[in-house]
């Protein structure tokens, strides 16, 4: 699958004064210094988003004259040179500015300044639901909502399996409950109705359209005649979320232009599981001739079918362009294809997260985790999302409600700190899952705690090294102690996890027994605590050396090998390619 949107948004931070310069460079995003209204003025059209680190009353003045629109406007925050505020002052799609202003101030530790009603009152933004689009009188809608009108919802029957999202569903009211006298209303449908005053259309991506075309077929004609299958089908652009294809075709022009044009994805299929469908008798217009050619006897409505999932139904079989160089069908999906991603969030510093993570949780309908992890994501969590906070050891029905949640077709971010396959919930996920209905899950990676404190040491896992939790509360002390005397035997420089706890106050003092009866007593040693945090503390030291109380449950102890050294204070394991020995 392609999807632009992956790559993130493109984001220019200017500033104007030294001291400005320096904040500017704390935010990871391409930068510029000097003549802020040139700069900004010549980057206009060619950026999604700018940082501004000057006087609100600067930025205001020199983005005026650039402004066409909320839906078309590059996203705008400003940053004062004390790097103590990030206001979402205008611009961006879909609450692109406050979006924006929450992220820069995770990552300078400021605070975020966002006016927008609909945030400042905890309302949903209904231009800003993932999985959704919106048109029609957004801003009076969202006016009177806030004013207690609170909107109704009137659902099409053509996608009565498209929930919204549970927060936003729990916050609008049925229409069974409206009282006398009007008030704004919602629809959702995902056919092209238009929308009158006090009214909002909700689309979800509900179809997916199949296509297949011949070596040398034309965009345009590609592009009209799934035009014309769509508007037979009584569908919306906006609801189409794929474009799917022979996995040979997904890089043809016509296909990429076509997926751009509608803002969707694009998803290749191998022959023979296209085949097979087709072969099924689910495809009502197979062809020899295609069958002869590319090996499945059907394109467009074998992909559509299969990208469209479990339950799907062709609304439009098969339709030839003008040309004849290109086809087109429609299949709708009844219901959401749910989703569980299992978000490693890193060691906590939003400026480690990686932008996969932050994706995912913006994206999410529901986030669930452990309190402190959905705390290390705050800045991402908005008024759409449905929070499901609980505590530690609860890890086991944490899993399953994510699961159970995915397989009833929500979209589930389940928040672990450092990386999800580290000590963390990943695994767990994959052993309950087929209990579960076997939903999608994706393991997204985070920094786990021993690269965090290998960056901060500098670099001790250069060479070959292992990781071993000295947690006895799921695995017996004698296992753990069996692998630290393999670890040590074999050389590795070893990141102890779990060191020591209130409780766990031996574990710690018998590993490091077991290295200093394997290695010399010179052999570097450090704890750091609260890797990649604030707060973050570094003891250097030997085996000789190591205190035990210098841990606890936010530290990482890393046992250096024979070959790793402190060099000006910093802890390195040659890797062995020659200049220093």
Not at 58 to 72: F, Y
Not at 230 to 256: I, Q
Not at 371 to 381: K, M, Q, R
Not at 524 to 539: K, S
């Amino acid at each position: 699958m392609t999807d632009a949107a992956a790559a993130g948004p493109r984001v220019l931070a200017c500033s104007v004064t030294r001291a400005g310069a320096a904040v500017a460079a704390r935010l990871p995003y391409e930068r510029r210094a000097g003549d802020l209204a040139s700069t900004v003025r010549a980057r206009w059209g060619s950026v999604d988003a700018f940082v501004l680190v000057a006087a609100t009353g600067v930025a205001v003045r020199v983005v005026a004259p650039l402004l066409a629109g909320k839906a078309t406007d590059p996203a705008v925050v400003c940053v004062d040179d004390a790097g103590r505020f990030a206001v979402a002052l205008c611009g961006g799609h879909a609450g692109g500015a406050n979006r924006l202003a929450r992220e820069v101030a995770a990552l300078l530790g400021a605070t975020p300044v966002v006016t927008t009603g609909s945030d400042a009152a905890g309302v949903p933004a209904l231009d800003d639901l993932p999985g959704w689009t919106a048109s029609g009188d957004v801003a009076g809608v969202t006016r009177r909502w806030l004013d207690g009108a609170t909107p109704t919802v009137r659902v099409d029957p053509a996608v009565a399996g498209w929930p919204l999202p549970p927060a936003v569903e729990s916050a609008l009211r049925p229409a069974a409950a409206l009282p006398p006298g009007g008030a704004p209303v919602v629809w959702l449908t995902d056919a092209p109705r238009g929308a009158e005053a006090d009214e909002v259309v909700l689309r979800p991506r509900s179809v997916v359209v199949g296509v297949g075309v011949s070596s040398g077929a034309a965009p345009a004609a590609l592009l009209a005649v799934v035009r014309s299958a769509l508007a037979e089908a009584g569908v919306h652009p906006d609801s189409v979320a794929e474009v799917a294809t022979l996995d040979r075709k997904a890089a043809h022009p016509a296909v990429t232009s076509l997926a751009a044009a509608l803002g969707a994805a694009v998803r290749g299929f191998a022959a023979p599981s296209l085949a097979a469908l087709a072969r099924d008798g689910r495809t009502p217009t197979p062809s020899r001739v295609v069958d002869a050619a590319v090996g499945t006897p059907s394109v467009c409505e074998a992909a559509a079918l299969l990208a469209a999932g479990p339950g799907a139904a062709l609304v439009v079989p098969k339709r030839v362009s003008e040309t004849r160089d290109s086809t087109a069908a429609v299949a709708r999906r009844p219901r959401p294809a749910g989703h569980l991603a299992v978000v490693g969030l890193g060691p906590g510093d939003p400026a480690r997260r990686t932008p996969e993570a932050s994706a995912a949780v913006r994206s999410a309908d529901v986030v669930i985790g452990y309190s402190g992890y959905v705390a290390l994501a705050a800045d991402l969590i908005g008024p759409h999302h449905l929070v499901v906070r609980s505590a530690l050891g609860e890890e086991t029905r944490r899993c399953r409600d994510a699961l159970a949640r995915a397989a009833a077709g929500e979209r589930v971010a389940l928040v672990c700190s450092g990386d999800a396959g580290v000590y963390a919930m990943a695994s767990l996920v994959l052993e309950l899952a087929p209990d579960a209905g076997d939903p999608p899950v994706t393991v997204i990676p985070g920094v786990t705690a021993a690269l965090s404190a290998a960056a901060a040491l500098g670099a001790p896992l250069g060479h070959d090294h292992a990781a071993i939790s000295l947690s006895d509360l799921l695995t017996p002390w004698p296992v753990i102690d069996r692998r630290l005397r393999a670890a040590a035997e074999g050389d590795f420089v070893v990141s102890l996890y779990n060191p020591r706890s209130t409780r766990r106050l031996s574990q710690l003092p018998a590993a490091l027994d077991i290295f200093r009866a394997r290695r010399p007593a010179s052999t570097p040693v450090a704890v750091v605590t609260n890797a990649g945090r604030p707060g973050e503390h570094v003891v250097r030291s030997t085996l000789a050396g190591v205190r035990p109380e210098d841990a606890g449950m936010l530290s990482l102890v890393v046992v250096g090998s024979s070959a790793t050294r402190w060099i000006a204070g910093r802890m390195v394991t040659p890797r062995g390619y020659g200049g220093g020995g």
